[in-house]
């Protein structure tokens, strides 16, 4: 169950991402009156203080499909508890992912940032070129106390981590 959101100091974010030839950077302010709560590892991290992004490496993939299928990631970023929990990452539905992303993080008064490199190897060597558009999601899930209660997502609905149809693009640029 979701609690009602409380204005841009209980969730808001500014994030940035960029890219080189072998890795996606994200680096996301998230703006939190209570963060670092997640106390969650491995494919349960959505349940807390999290960053998920979706995206579609599949050139050829059906614009319109509702189900995530091969060439569509879904990465979870965790920012940990500041604690005992380390910030740490998942990728949901990829079976062979043996590690590789790097996830960082820390706090700020009024909220905490959490910077990632995401091979692209990891991510079956997709191939980035500069003009290219990918479907591209990003959500910043919010827990005050022991489970998220809150989520944002940039385009779409609560299933947009299943149906990439919700999805919106982002577009390689050099700058």
Do not use: H
């Not at 996301?28 to 009156?33: G, K, L, N, Q």
């Amino acid at each position: 169950m979701y609690n009602p959101w409380n204005g841009k100091n209980d969730l808001s974010a500014d994030i940035y991402l960029l890219w080189d030839d072998e890795n996606l950077y994200v680096a996301a302010r998230i703006f939190d009156d209570v963060p670092f709560v997640n106390d969650e590892e491995a494919s349960e991290i959505w349940n807390g203080d999290c960053l998920e992004i979706t995206l579609g490496a599949n050139e050829s993939a059906d614009p319109e499909r509702t189900f995530i299928q091969n060439g569509d990631y879904q990465i979870g970023l965790s920012p940990g508890n500041n604690k005992d929990i380390k910030p740490s990452e998942w990728i949901w539905r990829k079976d062979d992912y043996t590690g590789g992303i790097e996830v960082a993080s820390g706090s700020f008064e009024g909220g905490y940032v959490i910077e990632s490199r995401i091979p692209f190897k990891v991510l079956d060597d997709f191939k980035p070129q500069a003009g290219k558009a990918i479907d591209f999601n990003i959500a910043v899930d919010d827990a005050d106390k022991d489970a998220r209660e809150i989520q944002f997502v940039w385009s779409g609905s609560k299933n947009f981590y299943i149906d990439p149809s919700e999805w919106g693009k982002a577009i390689f640029v050099i700058p």
